[in-house]
C-alpha cells in the first residue's frame, strides 16, 4: 500500500493487485443462494499464468473523494459501484480491515484494467473480482478471521473469482447455503480452497484461442438462474456426476495423469454445454468454430493414441486446450494449419494466486 503526500492532511492511498483469470475443468453451473452465490455443485479450475490473461486492479482510497467510483479499462462505468457486486466486495473487505475505523467514512475509487476480451467467456469477471478483492485487502490491511472468508466476500462479485485467489489447481467446495454473520463478518463452509500449488505440475499449458471477443448475448448469472429452474440434466449432474468427477479430477491433477485429467475435462465441458442446450429456452455459447477445434482435437488426440490435448469452453466460443510442454508447438502448428489468421492467441502455465503473494500471508 502506498500514499500520495501532496496532501499530508488527507492522504490518497493506494495498492495495486494483478489477479489472473482462472478456467474451470469442472464447471460451476447453478445458485442454490443468489445473495451469496453459493453454488449447486463443487468445481474446480487451473489459475493460468498472470503474465496472459489478468485484471490489474488500483483501489484508492481518500477522504476526499466524494463517492464510490469504478473505471474499467479506462472508461468510467458509471453507477457501478452502487452494483450489489460492487458493494458487496468493498463493505466485505471493509469489515475485515486491520482497522476498521479508518476505513470506514472513506470513498474507494477503483480502476481495473483487463489483458483480454471482457464478458466473451474468458472468465474476465473471475479476474476482474479476485483482483478488486485483494486490491482493497490490500489496501486495507484486511485479514481473514475464519479461513476462506475472502473467498466468501470474491464469490459475491463473481462465483468463479473465488477461486483466483489462489494459484495452481484450486475447488471451491458448494459447502451449505448458510452463512454466518455472527460478529459483523461473514463466514460459510462454501470456500475456494488450493488442491496443488502453481509448482505442482510445471509442465501443464494452456493455449487460449480467441473465436470471438464479442460480449456474450446471456450473462452466466442469467443462463444458470435459468437453467436451475428447467434442466433436469443440470440436476442429474449436481447429484451424481459432480462428485464423482470431482474425486477423480483430483486425483488425476495430484498424480499428473494427463490422459485421465484431459478426458474429464472434455467431458465436463460437453456436460455443461449439454445443459445448456437442455435448459429451456435453450443456450449456446459454443458456435461452429468451437465444434471444429472440438473434431480437431479429437482426431489429433486418435492420430496419437493418447490424449494429448483437451478443450474446454466456459459460457463464451473460446476455446481453452489444456496440453503439455512438449505438446505446446505441435498443438500450436496444428491449430495454424486450421485457422492461418490470428485465432491461436497466448499460451500460458499454472501460476501463482493472490494468497501466494509475499506481501499478503494468508495467515
Ligand atoms: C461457465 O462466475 O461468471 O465459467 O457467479 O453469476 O457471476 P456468477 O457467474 P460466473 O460463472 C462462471 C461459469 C463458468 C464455469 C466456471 O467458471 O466454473
Not at 31 to 50: G, H, I, M
Not at 253 to 278: I, P, R, W, Y
Request: aromatic share 10%; proline share 4%; hydrophobic share 40%.
Amino acid at each position: 500500500m502506498s500514499s500520495t503526500n501532496d496532501d499530508e492532511s488527507s492522504p490518497i492511498w493506494m495498492a495495486t493487485v494483478s489477479a489472473p483469470t482462472n478456467i474451470a475443468c469442472i464447471k460451476y453451473w447453478g445458485k442454490k443462494d443468489a445473495k451469496w452465490n453459493t453454488p449447486t455443485n463443487d468445481s474446480v479450475s487451473v489459475t493460468l499464468d498472470q503474465k496472459d490473461l489478468r485484471a490489474v486492479t488500483t483501489a484508492a482510497a481518500s477522504i476526499k473523494f466524494e463517492k464510490d467510483r469504478l473505471w474499467l479499462n479506462g472508461e468510467e462505468e458509471v453507477g457501478a459501484s452502487d452494483s450489489k457486486r460492487f458493494r458487496a466486495c468493498v463493505d466485505g473487505v471493509k469489515a475485515l480491515a486491520a482497522d476498521p475505523s479508518k476505513w470506514k467514512d472513506l470513498k474507494i475509487h477503483v480502476s481495473s484494467y483487463n489483458t483480454f476480451p471482457t464478458a466473451a467467456g474468458l472468465a474476465s469477471s473471475a479476474a476482474g473480482y479476485a483482483a478488486l478483492v485483494a486490491a482493497l485487502a490490500e489496501l486495507m490491511s484486511a485479514k481473514e478471521t475464519y479461513q476462506g472468508q475472502l473467498t466468501t466476500i470474491a464469490r459475491q462479485g463473481s462465483g468463479s473469482a473465488c477461486r483466483s485467489l489462489y494459484g495452481g489447481f484450486v475447488a471451491w467446495k458448494a459447502g451449505s447455503a448458510e452463512v454466518s454473520t455472527e460478529g459483523g463478518t461473514p463466514w460459510a463452509d462454501s470456500m475456494a480452497v488450493q488442491i496443488a500449488d502453481e509448482n505442482h505440475w510445471p509442465e501443464l499449458r494452456a493455449v487460449i484461442m480467441v473465436v470471438s471477443d464479442e460480449k456474450k448475448d446471456t450473462s452466466s448469472t442469467a443462463g444458470m438462474s435459468t437453467s436451475v429452474a428447467t434442466s433436469t440434466l443440470l440436476q442429474h449432474r449436481i447429484a451424481k456426476v459432480v462428485p464423482e468427477r470431482m474425486a477423480s479430477i483430483e486425483k488425476a491433477f495430484l498424480e499428473k495423469d494427463f490422459e485421465s485429467f484431459g478426458e474429464l475435462t472434455m467431458k465436463d465441458s460437453n456436460q455443461f454445454h449439454s445443459v445448456c442446450a437442455d435448459t429451456y429456452p435453450p443456450i449456446f455459447y459454443m458456435n461452429d468454430v468451437s465444434r471444429t477445434i472440438v473434431r480437431i482435437v479429437h482426431a489429433y488426440n486418435k492420430w496419437a493414441g493418447e490424449t494429448r490435448v483437451a478443450y474446454t469452453y466456459d459460457a463464451g466460443p473460446n476455446a481453452v486446450l489444456y496440453t503439455l510442454e512438449k505438446y505446446v508447438v505441435e498443438v500450436g502448428a496444428l491449430m495454424a494449419h486450421y485457422f492461418p489468421s490470428p485465432a491461436t492467441a497466448t499460451t500460458a502455465a499454472a501460476a501463482d494466486g493472490y494468497f501466494n503473494d509475499s506481501t499478503f500471508a494468508n495467515d
